[in-house]
């Protein structure tokens, strides 16, 4: 038995060609394709950056702060320490007034998170992503290390007030306070060192003036800086902790 095969209509030269031109045409659809999606992920790369940049930059800021801020956290705590040494001895607390307290600052990384969960990730220099991810991880630890830095100081605040007896046990509370707010101050001010060091190498679009607000926030406005208030408050259950919602309705908030 014999099978012929069909004869193209006009030759087997001509249908070969007319096939070249098919495969050819669909070779260049791909090709275009893939161009426009390399376009696509590259213009999407260039916005995750940019808003990875402005984020960072707050940090950067606020990093600033804290190193120029340390200083004077650790003279107010050697002056609380003073005080319950004496309040150890005497077995009472004497008047103080407003000791004031670190600023609680929010570490933020929506626009990493937001990065992370999507496919903009997987277009970025791999290089690159590894030091964000660095960078990002000295964020969250400032911001776990900020929380217990607000339930420390929080303990401390209970000596403000015109004065009272106190026993040895809460002493040794106040005390252990002390330790933590003065380890935890030293963990943000390191973690903020490191995250500038690595953002040093990492050529993102920083926003100078975000940075700058962060860093050029006056000290005095802490009232760490500056000696404890000689306005001591007639009875216990004050702090400066009374003033964050004023405060909060006097600044508003940005979202960039």
Same mark, same amino acid.
């Given at each position: 038995m014999h099978f012929h095969l069909p004869k193209p209509l006009h030759g087997w030269r001509e249908f070969a060609g007319e096939v070249g031109i098919i495969v050819v045409g669909v070779l260049i659809a791909l090709t275009a394709e893939q161009v426009v999606e390399t376009i696509h992920w590259r213009s999407q790369v260039d916005e995750a950056r940019k808003a990875l940049g402005i984020e960072i930059s707050d940090s950067l800021g606020q990093a600033i702060e804290r190193e120029k801020l340390s200083r004077c956290v650790n003279k107010r705590l050697d002056e609380i320490s003073v005080i319950l040494s004496q309040a150890s001895r005497s077995g009472r607390l004497p008047a103080v007034g407003d000791i004031g307290r670190p600023p609680f600052r929010t570490w933020v990384d929506n626009s990493w998170q937001s990065t992370m969960a999507g496919q903009t990730a997987s277009h970025f220099d791999r290089h690159e992503l590894s030091q964000l991810s660095v960078i990002y991880d000295f964020v969250r630890r400032a911001s #776990?290390? +900020?929380?217990?830095?607000? #339930?420390?100081?929080?303990?401390? #605040? +209970?000596? *403000?007030?015109p004065g009272r007896p106190v026993s040895a046990d809460e002493i040794g509370v106040l005390v252990r306070a002390v330790e933590r707010a003065r380890a935890v101050d030293a963990? *943000? +001010?390191v973690y903020g060192l490191r995250l500038r060091q690595i953002a040093d190498r990492v050529p993102l679009p920083y926003d100078q003036a975000t940075i700058a607000e962060g860093a050029d926030r006056p000290l005095s406005n802490q009232g760490l800086c500056t000696p404890i208030s000689a306005d001591v408050p007639p009875q216990y259950g004050h702090s400066s902790f009374e003033r964050a919602l004023q405060i909060a309705r006097q600044s508003s908030v940005s979202v960039r």
């Open positions: #776990q290390a +900020s929380e217990e830095e607000l #339930q420390a100081w929080t303990d401390l #605040q +209970s000596i *403000i007030g963990y *943000i +001010s």
